[in-house]
């Protein structure tokens, strides 16, 4: 097995734009470097047969992901900053993500795993030079490194696909990783009340930022009170055991759909044995750890869930604003602690224990608030549609965020633990489909808070 404690943990200056083009050259590279690292982790590790199956029909095999990262790089890096000519634009098309639905890939005459490894690590050699090159200015693709610190984030992206594809994958663990650090509750409030007012959403100069992250305007929330930590599985037992799952009044009618067709009782990868419930984490089975974040819910479980409670999910700018408002500066900041890069000691990120800390863990990482684990362990769900901030521009190209505008996406924030530090900030969105349980998502829950009487 593979122990992913070895994972590189690259940190930089606290405020990027503050950077020189050296220390944006080798930022860049580090961000390279750590992705191509994670990927040949993820694709060493298993044999020849296990890249080239499809191991769920939500997801490529793994050697698709493998040579489409090669490919995405080099259209973006050699052919769109640098000009050259191309290596396979023969390949163009059968990795091509919008033409190929996941379930069709197995079918293409993919590269096989020998070809697509030495195809990525022949445009790496001549991306590495093209940074030592570059003066990293002269147009937006080039400014501050933003080529490469996209196409990095595009690496680790499917790095955290291709670990998804790992929890699918049926057979003995190919994966190891040491546990994450204690957790502890104990004198932390249930929740945390955010009060009302004005605050800095998105960005306008985070340089690695994407168009969807862009630009920063300002939002105005009514006071609410958000959970302090996660809800845990232990919570969310309690929900399976009220007969969540078979009480409609808590579901919306596309969710109480969807699990009464598909007969669905409790999260992804859970069963209940002997009165026990157990899980299957990549490749191993065990105990449901109560003390963890509940994780491989559908946007539809962590609404009902938060209707059952009492309570529901928070809203995109609520929960951007309990992350990064800072009240006695007026400030937003860059991650719930601080402007800082992200270390092991604020959050769990980069897949480094393959699971989420239990809840209260990773004090140094809190918010301002207090509120905890807002970068890591587990995405969470908000109840916000996915749509484009006020003076939205589509960058460098539109599918990447505004193919995905509408009711049918619902945002989630925050990051898993399989998402490395490159990839989360705490203006960053993802978005998935509501159905989604396959991916690392989790939630909190949220209520508004009671106006003030006068008087």
């Given at each position: 097995m593979t122990?992913l404690?070895?994972?590189?943990?690259p940190?930089g200056?606290s405020?990027?734009?503050?950077?020189?083009?050296?220390q944006?050259?080798?930022r860049a590279v580090?961000?390279?470097?750590?992705?191509?690292?994670?990927?040949?982790?993820?694709?060493?590790?298993?044999?020849?047969?296990e890249l080239t199956a499809?191991h769920s029909?939500?997801m490529?095999p793994l050697v698709?992901?493998?040579?489409h990262i090669?490919?995405q790089?080099?259209?973006?890096?050699?052919r769109?900053?640098?000009?050259r000519?191309?290596?396979?634009?023969?390949i163009d098309?059968?990795y091509d993500?919008?033409?190929?639905?996941r379930?069709?890939?197995?079918t293409?005459?993919?590269?096989?795993?020998a070809?697509?490894r030495a195809y990525?690590a022949?445009?790496?050699?001549?991306v590495?030079?093209?940074?030592?090159?570059?003066p990293l200015?002269?147009g937006?693709?080039?400014?501050a490194g933003f080529a490469?610190?996209?196409?990095a984030?595009?690496e680790?992206?499917?790095?955290?696909?291709m670990?998804i594809t790992?929890?699918l994958?049926?057979g003995p663990?190919?994966?190891?990783?040491?546990?994450?650090?204690?957790?502890d509750?104990?004198?932390?409030p249930a929740e945390?009340?955010?009060?009302?007012?004005?605050f800095t959403?998105?960005?306008s100069?985070?340089?690695?930022?994407?168009?969807n992250?862009?630009?920063?305007h300002?939002?105005?929330?009514p006071?609410?009170?958000?959970?302090?930590?996660?809800?845990t599985?232990?919570?969310?037992q309690?929900f399976?055991e009220?007969?969540?799952?078979?009480d409609?009044?808590?579901?919306?009618?596309e969710?109480?759909?969807?699990?009464?067709?598909?007969?669905?009782?409790a999260p992804?990868f859970w069963?209940?044995?002997g009165?026990?419930?157990?899980?299957r984490?990549f490749?191993?089975?065990?105990?449901v750890p109560a003390d963890e974040p509940?994780?491989h819910?559908?946007w539809?479980e962590?609404d009902a869930?938060?209707?059952?409670a009492g309570?529901?999910?928070p809203t995109e700018e609520?929960w951007?604003?309990a992350?990064?408002?800072?009240?006695v500066?007026g400030?937003?900041?860059r991650?719930?602690?601080?402007d800082?890069?992200?270390?092991p000691?604020?959050a769990n990120?980069?897949?480094?224990h393959?699971?989420p800390?239990?809840?209260?863990?990773?004090?140094?990482?809190?918010?301002?608030?207090g509120?905890r684990?807002?970068i890591?362990?587990?995405?969470?769900?908000t109840?916000s549609?996915?749509l484009?901030?006020?003076g939205f521009?589509?960058?460098?190209?539109r599918?990447?965020?505004e193919v995905f505008f509408g009711?049918?996406?619902?945002?989630?924030?925050?990051g898993?633990?399989?998402?490395?530090?490159?990839?989360?900030?705490?203006t960053?969105?993802?978005?998935?489909l509501?159905v989604?349980?396959?991916?690392?998502?989790?939630?909190?829950?949220a209520r508004?808070?009671?106006?003030?009487?006068?008087?």
């Amino acid at each position: 097995m593979t122990d992913l404690a070895d994972l590189s943990d690259p940190s930089g200056p606290s405020d990027p734009s503050d950077l020189t083009t050296e220390q944006l050259r080798d930022r860049a590279v580090a961000g390279l470097t750590a992705a191509r690292d994670r990927t040949a982790l993820l694709t060493s590790c298993v044999d020849d047969h296990e890249l080239t199956a499809q191991h769920s029909p939500l997801m490529s095999p793994l050697v698709w992901d493998l040579a489409h990262i090669g490919n995405q790089e080099e259209q973006w890096l050699l052919r769109a900053v640098a000009g050259r000519d191309p290596i396979r634009p023969e390949i163009d098309s059968v990795y091509d993500a919008f033409e190929h639905p996941r379930a069709a890939r197995p079918t293409l005459p993919l590269l096989p795993p020998a070809e697509a490894r030495a195809y990525a690590a022949d445009v790496r050699g001549r991306v590495l030079d093209v940074i030592e090159r570059s003066p990293l200015r002269g147009g937006p693709l080039l400014d501050a490194g933003f080529a490469f610190g996209m196409i990095a984030q595009h690496e680790q992206q499917h790095d955290e696909t291709m670990l998804i594809t790992h929890q699918l994958r049926r057979g003995p663990a190919a994966l190891t990783a040491p546990p994450p650090p204690a957790g502890d509750t104990s004198g932390l409030p249930a929740e945390v009340l955010v009060p009302a007012g004005p605050f800095t959403m998105g960005t306008s100069t985070e340089p690695w930022a994407l168009d969807n992250e862009r630009p920063a305007h300002q939002r105005l929330v009514p006071a609410f009170h958000l959970d302090t930590v996660p809800v845990t599985n232990g919570a969310y037992q309690h929900f399976i055991e009220d007969g969540g799952y078979t009480d409609e009044r808590w579901w919306a009618p596309e969710g109480w759909a969807q699990i009464r067709e598909h007969a669905i009782g409790a999260p992804l990868f859970w069963r209940r044995v002997g009165g026990q419930w157990l899980r299957r984490r990549f490749g191993t089975v065990e105990p449901v750890p109560a003390d963890e974040p509940v994780v491989h819910v559908s946007w539809y479980e962590a609404d009902a869930y938060a209707r059952w409670a009492g309570r529901r999910l928070p809203t995109e700018e609520e929960w951007e604003k309990a992350a990064r408002h800072d009240p006695v500066s007026g400030r937003s900041l860059r991650h719930p602690w601080g402007d800082a890069d992200a270390t092991p000691d604020h959050a769990n990120l980069g897949q480094r224990h393959l699971r989420p800390a239990p809840a209260g863990s990773y004090p140094r990482g809190a918010s301002p608030l207090g509120v905890r684990q807002l970068i890591g362990d587990v995405w969470e769900w908000t109840a916000s549609d996915f749509l484009p901030y006020p003076g939205f521009v589509a960058f460098p190209y539109r599918e990447y965020s505004e193919v995905f505008f509408g009711s049918a996406h619902k945002v989630l924030r925050g990051g898993s633990f399989a998402v490395d530090a490159v990839a989360c900030r705490g203006t960053f969105r993802n978005w998935d489909l509501p159905v989604r349980r396959q991916i690392f998502a989790g939630f909190r829950t949220a209520r508004s808070a009671l106006p003030q009487k006068a008087g």
